[in-house]
């Protein structure tokens, strides 16, 4: 085998594990997307609805469904749900009031 052949398939080798990341790395991003899309909700007790949705990082945002009541006194404890987009580049959570996805109360 040539030299530069082997050095090739090293090297394509080697740059493969680098882009390749650990479950620990995966949980840790998990989590600060969990943290700072959580932090900008205007939701009480805002939790995640399923798991985060990865974009490409060509498009370079996780999206994540977040549901909870809302705190102010007139929506009386009303379920609410938010869309939260988190940008990888920045790490900056922006959120907007998601309630169109639920399907409304079908009436007897």
């Known amino acids: 085998m040539k030299t530069s052949t082997l050095l090739f398939l090293s090297l394509t080798a080697l740059a493969t594990q680098v882009h ?8 840790a991003y998990d989590k600060a997307v969990l943290t700072s899309c959580t932090k900008a909700s205007s939701l009480k007790d805002a ?10 990082d060509r498009v370079g945002y996780t999206a994540l469904l977040l549901q909870g009541q809302y705190p102010q006194k007139h929506m009386k404890g009303q379920q609410g749900t938010e869309l939260c987009l988190y940008n990888k580049q920045s790490k900056t959570a922006y ?12 009436k007897p």
């Open 20 to 27: 390749a990341s650990s479950p620990d790395a995966w949980a």
């Open 47 to 56: 939790k995640p609805v399923g798991t985060a949705a990865q974009f490409d």
């Open 95 to 106: 959120v907007t009031e998601w309630d169109s996805i639920r399907s409304p109360a079908k």
